[in-house]
């Protein structure tokens, strides 16, 4: 019985293909391909139906890899549980967040990570696809809004909402905003996901759809909020992102009590009978740090 050739297997199902598991695993398509037919040969069935763009299971190959993936995994934290029973966090940890989830958030995790544990070597992927963590070989994700039904552990950090915001010179040089409705006097800075053509605004008594006449349209929440502090008009901003500019009195919050959304954010990892030194670092220090910068609700 040959192990290599069962864990490419393995890895070349949960990656979806040969290329991208060679990639993960950092081995010529090749020998991934080699190994797979070696083990296909030595079992005496076939595991998988290739075609020149997808890969499907046989019915042989699903419980070959139920087993099979099941057994690697207690495998792996077997030797997890021994090795890093007594050792201290090291190594690269990948890590996948939102790409527009802003720089507040990630950049306290950072510090304090390179300040606690600096042999570790973080890699952030920010995308704006969902993320196979397992499938890409990421270790921890951090996610907004709801989450759909997993196999992952979900750890919940707060709650974003997302505010009226604008600068303080524009509040000084433009018309007072009092009532939801006076926004559409003014140039508004539209997220595009939040909408292209409309506000849909809420309190605690009720909800307003406002139609926006004189807007900016982008759909990156970076450019967005920089061109809010640059005095371009108004916008939905997610509170953590203009909690810093806020308290230093760069941005004002309009329209006090009523708010566009609440995106719950999570910490999502895979389930592990044994956690990595790394991971259960990361994993602490994130939600320690997201519980500082997110406003509670």
Same mark, same amino acid.
């Given at each position: 019985?040959?192990?290599?050739?069962?864990?490419?297997?393995?890895?070349?199902?949960?990656?979806?293909?040969?290329?991208?598991?060679?990639?993960?695993?950092?081995?010529?398509?090749?020998?991934?391909?080699?190994?797979?037919?070696?083990?296909?040969?030595?079992?005496?069935?076939?595991?998988?139906? @290739? *075609?020149?763009?997808?890969?499907?299971? +046989?019915?042989?190959? $699903? %419980?070959?890899?139920?087993?099979?993936? !099941?057994?690697? #995994?207690?495998?792996?934290?077997?030797?997890?549980?021994?090795?890093?029973?007594?050792?201290?966090?090291?190594?690269?940890?990948?890590?996948?967040?939102?790409?527009?989830?802003?720089?507040?958030?990630?950049?306290?995790?950072?510090?304090?990570?390179?300040?606690?544990?600096?042999?570790?070597?973080?890699?952030?992927?920010?995308?704006?696809?969902?993320?196979?963590?397992?499938?890409?070989?990421?270790?921890?994700?951090? @996610? *907004?809004?709801?989450?759909?039904?997993? +196999?992952?552990?979900? $750890? %919940?950090?707060?709650?974003?909402?997302? !505010?009226?915001? #604008?600068?303080?010179?524009?509040?000084?040089?433009?018309?007072?905003?009092?009532?939801?409705?006076?926004?559409?006097?003014?140039?508004?800075?539209?997220?595009?996901?939040?909408?292209?053509?409309?506000?849909?605004?809420?309190?605690?008594?009720?909800?307003?759809?406002?139609?926006?006449?004189?807007?900016?349209?982008?759909?990156?929440?970076?450019?967005?909020?920089?061109?809010?502090?640059?005095?371009?008009?108004?916008?939905?901003?997610?509170?953590?992102?203009?909690?810093?500019?806020?308290?230093?009195?760069?941005?004002?919050?309009?329209?006090?009590?009523?708010?566009?959304?609440?995106?719950?954010?999570?910490?999502?990892?895979?389930?592990?009978?044994?956690?990595?030194?790394?991971?259960?670092?990361?994993?602490?220090?994130?939600?320690?740090?997201?519980?500082?910068?997110?406003?509670?609700?």
């Amino acid at each position: 019985m040959d192990f290599n050739q069962i864990a490419v297997f393995v890895k070349v199902v949960q990656a979806g293909s040969f290329s991208a598991a060679a990639r993960l695993l950092e081995i010529p398509v090749s020998t991934v391909s080699h190994r797979v037919a070696m083990l296909e040969k030595r079992l005496g069935v076939t595991l998988l139906q @290739r *075609t020149t763009r997808q890969l499907h299971l +046989t019915e042989a190959g $699903k %419980h070959y890899f139920d087993h099979a993936s !099941e057994g690697l #995994a207690h495998i792996f934290d077997a030797e997890s549980s021994i090795s890093d029973a007594n050792g201290e966090p090291c190594g690269v940890l990948r890590v996948s967040a939102p790409f527009d989830i802003g720089n507040p958030l990630l950049s306290s995790i950072i510090d304090e990570m390179n300040e606690r544990w600096p042999e570790v070597k973080l890699e952030f992927i920010l995308i704006k696809r969902y993320v196979d963590l397992v499938a890409e070989g990421i270790d921890v994700a951090i @996610r *907004t809004g709801i989450l759909e039904d997993s +196999t992952l552990v979900a $750890k %919940h950090a707060g709650t974003a909402q997302w !505010e009226v915001y #604008a600068s303080q010179d524009y509040v000084h040089t433009h018309e007072k905003m009092t009532l939801p409705h006076d926004i559409r006097h003014h140039c508004c800075l539209l997220f595009s996901p939040l909408g292209k053509e409309a506000w849909t605004l809420h309190n605690e008594e009720s909800s307003l759809t406002i139609p926006i006449d004189k807007a900016i349209i982008a759909d990156d929440i970076s450019l967005i909020a920089s061109m809010v502090s640059a005095g371009k008009g108004i916008a939905l901003l997610p509170n953590y992102q203009c909690n810093l500019a806020y308290n230093g009195g760069k941005l004002v919050q309009i329209l006090p009590g009523w708010y566009a959304k609440k995106d719950p954010i999570h910490i999502v990892y895979p389930k592990h009978r044994y956690m990595s030194p790394t991971l259960r670092a990361f994993i602490d220090i994130a939600h320690e740090q997201l519980k500082k910068t997110l406003k509670p609700l």
